[in-house]
């Protein structure tokens, strides 16, 4: 097996890098957005030239919610038209692809979890621009996991758990929105999740993956401080209350059952989850 992982640099990509080897493949490439930009065709298939990979991850995007308003177009050209460049290397080359995509797909009207079928509509920029290359990658390119994940952090950026601790730090209260719901879900247990797919290869398709059970952002951020001893007041806040340039779904779960049933990894709950990431970034 030869991998190719884009987005070298990024939160999910960062982690990658300490979990591939555990599939012991004949070569292993992380390539950073100054490597290869996944929006240059000429540059994506000197890679593809190059490495002659296998196994392809994208973890490359834009990921900034908010200013994907306001740039949609660099938003749509780097998470959505930039996939016909990979899925076109990945059909010449015969290399399976690896690709996230996000909850943020739904309008979050549902109330039940969403399902991988579910009709997508995203109701902001970086949604949209994430379906653009879902749509792409399941009409072009048969060798695809597209692994929808959410509300992800981990140890090599700033994340929501970062930020509100250090918040939390400065503050007397940190105003924390109730009314969204998901699975907080960390860089490692996202990595060991592809690990397991490229192992035990399911059917090929779209997975959901997100830790067990699911909470609102208020009450995620209630448990790490309390667990942080942080004296911090935590202020409850509707979505209506916390502007922000981009809408962001309110339910946001994604039911897991596909990944449970292809007998994958099991994964921890959200509580042990980050249990697991503050003790790791010596937090607790
Ligand atoms: N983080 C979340 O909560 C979350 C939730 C759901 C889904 N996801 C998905 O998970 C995947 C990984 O996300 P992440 O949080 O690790 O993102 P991230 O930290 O923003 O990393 C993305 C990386 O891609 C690079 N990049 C940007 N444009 C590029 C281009 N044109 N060519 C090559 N590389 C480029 C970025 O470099 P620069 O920083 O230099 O631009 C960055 O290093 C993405 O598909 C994202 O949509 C993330």
Partial sequence: MRICCFGKDGLL??????????????????????????TDKDAVNQVFNTYCPTHVINAAAYTK????????????????????????????????????????VFNGTK?????????????NAYGASKLIAETAIRSRLIEHYILRVQWVYGPAKPNFVST???LAKEKKEVH????QFGSPTST?????????????????GTYHFRTLKHTSWYDFAVYFLEKCKMNV??????????????????NGVLNI???????????????NDVLNYLKKEKLI
Avoid at 191 to 199: F, G
Avoid at 233 to 247: G, H, Q
């Fill in 13 to 38: 990509s960062t982690e990658l890098q300490a979990w591939l080897p555990e599939l012991n493949p004949l070569s292993l490439n992380f390539l950073s957005k100054s490597d290869c930009d996944i």
């Fill in 65 to 104: 919610v908010d200013d994907c308003e306001t740039d949609a177009s660099t938003a749509n050209l780097v998470n959505g038209f930039a996939l016909d460049h990979l899925i076109d290397a990945c059909n010449q080359y015969g290399a399976a692809l690896i690709h996230f995509s996000t909850d943020y």
């Fill in 111 to 123: 109330e039940t979890p969403y399902e991988e079928d579910d009709l997508p509509i995203p109701i």
């Fill in 164 to 166: 509100i601790l250090r």
């Fill in 176 to 179: 924390i929105v109730n009314d």
């Fill in 188 to 204: 490692t247990s996202i990595s060991k999740a592809v690990v397991n797919l490229i192992l035990n290869k399911p059917e090929y």
């Fill in 233 to 250: 007041a935590v202020i409850p806040v509707s979505s209506s209350e916390f502007k922000t340039k981009a809408k962001r779904p309110k």
């Fill in 257 to 271: 059952g596909k990944w449970i049933y292809s007998d994958l990894y099991t994964p921890p709950t959200w509580e």
